[in-house]
């Protein structure tokens, strides 16, 4: 049985910093991209930011780059998400994703998905 639990969300200001991690479990991790997603209330699920498999490529949605880094740990089986310089407009629950399938910014392309964690920036 496939999980990925997020956690590090949380309420922060505008400007600061935040760092969400993943664990998975159920799946050979190094076989799988991963990725996280954010959705804002009344909007579509959208892309952030992934990691290939092999680590050696990163992925990142314009609206957060150079502000959030992703990275994957192979000895723990995570993935985190270091988000800097963070804006309101962030304000989503962010969800941790896994695909066998090559990274790809459409949602429904992921294999398997966490449950998500709040994350607020406050003005």
């Known amino acids: 049985q496939v999980q990925l639990v997020e956690s590090g969300g949380g309420l922060v200001q505008a400007g600061g910093s935040l760092r969400l991690s993943c664990a998975a479990s159920?799946?050979?991790?190094?076989?799988?991209?991963m990725g996280w997603f954010r959705q804002a209330p009344g909007k579509e699920r959208e892309f952030v930011a992934a990691?290939?498999?092999?680590?050696?490529?990163?992925y990142y949605a314009d609206s957060v780059k150079g502000r959030f880094t992703i990275s994957r740990g192979y000895a723990s089986d995570t993935v985190a998400l270091q988000m800097n310089s963070l804006k309101p407009e962030d304000t989503a629950v962010y969800y941790c994703?896994?695909?066998?399938?090559?990274?790809?910014?459409?949602?429904?392309?992921?294999?398997?998905w966490g449950q998500g964690t709040q994350v607020t920036v406050s003005s």
């Open positions: 994703a896994a695909t066998q399938s090559g990274v790809t910014m459409r949602a429904r392309m992921w294999d398997y």
């Open positions: 159920g799946l050979t991790f190094s076989t799988y991209a």
């Open positions: 990691v290939s498999w092999s680590g050696g490529s990163q």
